[in-house]
Every structure is written in C-alpha cells, then in structure tokens.
C-alpha cells in the first residue's frame, strides 16, 4: 500500500516562497505519476501541478504556472512543489497524490488519482 506523507507547509508573507515536499513509501515510486492538489476552505480540491514517473513532463494550472515548480527525486522517493511569489489566494491545504504509470495530462481531476497524503496547510497573509 502507498503511503504519501507531506511536509513544509507554514505560514508567509505574500510575495513568499515555500517549498513542500511528499516522501513515498510502500510502492515503486519510479512508476507512479505525481500530483499535487490544493483545497481552500469551502472549495473543492483543484489540480495544481503534476509530474511524470520519469519527471520529463511537467503540467500546470494556469493559476500557478510561472510561479510553482513541481520536480521529483526518484532515488529519494521524493516529490517538491517549490512555490514563489505567493499570494494569499494560494491559502489552502496542499495534498500529495499518486497514480501508477498515466501521462501526467489524463491526470487532472481528484478522481483520477488512487493515492493521498493527509495533506499541509499553507497560509500567504499580506
């Protein structure tokens, strides 16, 4: 069984950086398509950023592109999302998610995905 265990959420200033980590454990992280996913209070669970198994393909939400980076160290079971230039609309719980051997873009929406940490809060205040 896949466990996903997030780390590095907190609260900044807008304008900020962060950067959350998901180490993977009981699973061949090598093969398994990694996302990342934020829900703020009162909201459903939006797609943020997704890599592949090989890390080669990256896709973002257009509300984060230029801003967040999403990368993986296979050798260390280990998923980032290192965020810049955070603005309190990136207020959220911030989950960790897992899906084995899909192209990161068929993998969009919560349904898609058969693994979850228990997520990080982040809070940008201005």
């Known amino acids: 069984q896949v466990q996903l265990v997030e780390s590095g959420g907190g609260s900044v200033q807008a304008g900020g950086s962060l950067r959350l980590s998901c180490a993977a454990s009981?699973?061949?992280?090598?093969?398994?398509?990694m996302a990342w996913f934020r829900q703020a209070p009162g909201k459903e669970r939006d797609f943020v950023a997704g890599i592949g198994w090989s890390g080669l393909s990256t896709y973002y939400a257009d509300s984060v592109k230029g801003r967040f980076t999403i990368s993986r160290d296979n050798a260390k079971n280990t998923v980032y999302l290192l965020m810049s230039s955070l603005k309190p609309e990136d207020t959220a719980v911030y989950y960790c998610a897992a899906k084995y051997e899909r192209p990161v873009r068929d993998l969009l929406s919560v349904s898609e995905y058969d693994y979850w940490g228990q997520g990080t809060q982040v809070t940008v205040s201005l």
């Open positions: 009981g699973g061949t992280f090598s093969r398994q398509t």
